[in-house]
């Protein structure tokens, strides 16, 4: 017979299902934090001069607005 393996979940995966179990309101505070920390960090990389602060500050955004989502889904478990 064949035995299943267990699929080892990534670190990013196991920290999202983390949060995704918290209250609301620890949720909403996660979420403010998260919302004006990247998007200031990432606004001003993204109005730097050059190309790769500008190509960095849009991937800090994208990675921000990923995060906040995944928080707010149910989780699947």
């Known amino acids: 017979m064949e035995k299943k393996r ?3 979940k990534s670190w990013l995966k196991r920290q999202v299902s ?6 609301w309101y620890w949720k909403l505070v996660f979420s403010v934090l998260i919302f004006f ?3 200031a960090l990432g606004m001003q990389l ?3 001069p050059d190309d790769v602060s500008m190509i960095l500050g849009v991937v800090v955004i994208v990675i ?4 906040l989502l995944q928080m707010w889904w149910r989780s699947e478990e």
Not at 18 to 23: D, E, F, G, M
């Open 6 to 8: 267990k699929k080892k």
């Open 18 to 23: 983390k949060v995704q179990i918290l209250p």
């Open 37 to 39: 920390i990247c998007g």
């Open 46 to 48: 993204f109005t730097a």
């Open 64 to 67: 921000a607005l990923w995060f």
